[in-house]
């Protein structure tokens, strides 16, 4: 009988309880130009009809623009999300919340918008995503 494999084949990856849905306020996280955006979408993610997307530490998300330069505002991107207020469990048992939920602003090739992150960034993200665990002061 063959044993089936839990996890994608090119992530393995868990699932964190999920702090962050449509309609979420994030606070930007890096110098882009934006200083609060709004969760607009969650590409990728599988659900019950009608139930409202969510995402958590680590995952992308598409974002409208709220508050920030004038040229930023009403503008459309995707984001990572690099901190959230809900606690989730790390595999070791330790539990992780933060003061804020914040993302980083990216293009739509990956590489993040700003050249600096401000405040720390979970773990899992600086995992996921290279290029901004390399523009991060603190890794948490």
Known sequence: MVKKVKGGASFPRRRHSPGIQVGTRLVVADNSGAREVLVVGVPEIKTR????????VGDVVVVSVKKGTPEM??????????????PYRRPDGTWVAFEDNACVI??????????????PIAREAAERWSQI?????IIV
């Open 49 to 56: 009809l009608r139930r409202i997307p969510f995402a958590s």
């Open 73 to 86: 505002k009403g503008q459309i991107f995707r984001a990572v999300i690099v901190r959230q207020k809900k």
């Open 106 to 119: 990216i293009t739509p090739e990956g590489i993040p918008k700003g050249k600096e992150v401000r405040g």
């Open 133 to 137: 665990a390399n523009l991060a002061t």
